[in-house]
């Protein structure tokens, strides 16, 4: 099992509208193969940071849903002034993980 | 729901011995209340960085099960060697999320 996690830091006053977002999200993901589960994280310290956490089969499933145009689809739908409030803190702050216990 | 995530890291060459222990685990915990289940996420870049991801019903559960016996058995049965090849990076890297979404 495979897992990818985005940090993702906006304005405490905007965290909610972010929430309710991945909440009306599309769910084009459901459906793509090798898809097992997306969860949204809000730290209990900063409300302003939120995690995207997404698990998949195998690395390989994750990095085709990344080129497809179901992934382009669910981003283009992100309300603009929302995705500008959204800073992705850094690059490296995407994470990817092998899960290799339960 | 609560998730608690412990980063850990260690020497990439003992991190299969951690997985292995992470394997072996008492399994105390899985009767604990409130408890929903554990995941060990080592990262696809760096070996030795290794997070230890727990699922909760609530924080109080948590917080219930970070005070008990159990976990201090749990605890308690590592390798000692190992736990001192282990450098929690800092406290601050035990962090915890409410699941706002999935």
Redesign the interface.
């Known amino acids: 099992m ?2 990818s996690v985005s940090r993702l830091r906006i304005d405490a006053s905007k965290a909610p509208q972010l ?1 309710d977002a ?2 009306q999200r599309a769910g084009l993901v459901d459906a793509f193969e090798g898809f097992l ?9 900063e409300v302003g940071e ?2 995207m956490v997404s698990h998949w089969e195998s ?1 390989e499933c994750f990095k085709r849903y990344m080129r497809s145009a179901e992934h382009r689809v669910s981003h283009d739908r992100i309300d603009t002034a929302l995705l500008d409030a959204i800073t992705l803190e850094r690059l490296e702050h995407v ?8």
Chains 1, 2 share one sequence.
């Open positions: 495979y897992v929430v991945f909440r589960r997306l969860e949204v994280w809000q730290s209990d310290r939120i995690l690395r994470q990817s993980y092998e899960v290799v216990g339960t």
